[in-house]
């Protein structure tokens, strides 16, 4: 009786044709290859905002002008700081040092 209960619990195990391995790897394949066209031949949706560049006036820089006196003379309420930040980003400056002859893009919008 003993044989007979440890045996109950034991499930057989069915071995896999090889018309079945090969049936399911094809199967795996196709599914792969179809989610991988599906992602790259799909178009993306890209959700775009209308980029509008910031107003602002052309202003060439003067001997004895820094950015400062231009943030200030443009710059309206804002944050002088703020305004040569901006100025710099926007002109591609690494520093505040600036030149005579030099035209430089200055906001003139609030942000």
């Keep these: 009786m003993a044989a007979h209960s440890a045996q109950i619990g034991?499930?057989?195990v069915r071995r896999r044709t090889p018309?079945?391995?090969?049936?399911?790897?094809?199967?795996?394949?196709?599914?792969?290859l179809t989610v991988?066209?599906?992602v790259l031949l799909c178009p993306r949706r890209v959700q775009t905002q209308a980029h509008?560049?910031?107003?602002?006036v052309h202003h060439t820089v003067a001997p004895g002008d820094t950015?400062?006196?231009?943030?200030?003379?443009y710059g309206g309420n804002r944050d002088a700081r703020e305004v040569v930040y901006e100025i710099q980003?926007?002109?591609?400056?690494?520093?505040?040092?600036?030149?005579?002859?030099?035209?430089?893009?200055?906001?003139?919008?609030?942000?």
Excluded: C, H, M
């Excluded at 509008?52 to 602002?56: Q, S, T």
């Design 67 to 73: 950015l400062w006196d231009i943030a200030v003379a």
């Design 52 to 56: 509008e560049p910031p107003a602002g």
């Design 10 to 12: 034991v499930r057989r």
């Design 36 to 38: 991988t066209a599906a």
């Design 89 to 111: 980003r926007l002109n591609g400056l690494p520093s505040a040092e600036i030149y005579p002859g030099q035209v430089l893009f200055v906001p003139t919008e609030s942000r």
């Design 19 to 32: 018309k079945a391995v090969r049936r399911a790897r094809t199967l795996t394949v196709l599914f792969l």
